[in-house]
């Protein structure tokens, strides 16, 4: 057998062998859903976990509680500028902005 057809075989067991190979699967959880995720697995901890949650609640429901997965950086900044416009000051969403950067750290490093 060649080294071609030999690691072709290789390929095929272990491909049946790890999950590695297969694609992640898409996490469909909704930016709700892991908002209080983190809140039962970190943040009911301290001190202003509530007022965290019920400011990322807010956002979630204002940005139309997209998919977790699919909110990015483009989407923050137009649900910024129209806060913004709508008279909430910029300490405010500097705030918003860090609590959620912080609640996605927080996942990932729980490995969620």
Not at 31 to 47: R, Y
Not at 87 to 93: E, F, I, Y
Request: charged share 30%; hydrophobic share 30%; no cysteine.
């Amino acid at each position: 057998m060649n080294g071609y057809l030999r690691y072709e075989a290789w390929l095929l067991t272990n491909k049946t062998d790890k999950k590695d190979w297969e694609p992640k699967k898409q996490d469909k959880r909704k930016l709700n859903d892991l908002i209080n995720l983190w809140f039962e697995k970190h943040e009911q901890f301290l001190k202003s976990g509530k007022n965290r949650k019920a400011m990322l609640s807010n956002l979630a429901g204002k940005t139309g509680n997209p998919y977790g997965q699919a909110l990015n950086t483009s989407d923050f900044s137009v649900y910024r500028n129209e806060r913004l416009k709508a008279g909430t000051s910029k300490n405010m969403m500097n705030h918003e902005q860090a609590y959620l950067r912080a609640m996605f750290s927080e996942l990932i490093r729980l490995d969620e």
